[in-house]
């Protein structure tokens, strides 16, 4: 079993930026995709981005652009560069290393 913790979460004006971290420890498979997944009050859990093993990166339409992962395989930590954040961003943000997740990172972007 993989444990997965997050940080870097906060309240930002919109416009802002953070970066969230997710620091993985136990039993790491090394060649899987690890990603970043988000959920908004009242509704599902979407997609935000993924990193493969070899470094290939994908976003959702909604933060391509703004949203930048990478992954630090010497500290098994993945991190999420977030900027030009909006309302819309607002979310508990969850690292994801297949098949554990983390227990959410708490984001909130004000008007």
């Known amino acids: 079993q993989v444990q997965l913790v997050e940080s870097g979460g906060g309240l930002v004006q919109a416009g802002g930026s953070l970066r969230l971290s997710c620091a993985a420890s136990?039993?790491?498979?090394?060649?899987?995709?690890m990603g970043w997944y988000r959920q908004a009050p009242g509704k599902q859990r979407e997609y935000v981005a993924q990193i493969t093993s070899g470094g290939s990166t994908y976003y959702a339409d909604s933060v391509k652009g703004r949203f930048t992962i990478s992954r630090d395989y010497a500290k098994n930590t993945m991190y999420l560069q977030m900027n030009s954040l909006k309302p819309e961003d607002t979310a508990v943000y969850y690292c994801?290393?297949?098949?554990?997740w983390g227990q959410g990172t708490q984001v909130t972007v004000s008007s």
């Open positions: 994801w290393h297949p098949p554990d």
């Open positions: 136990g039993s790491i498979r090394s060649l899987n995709v």
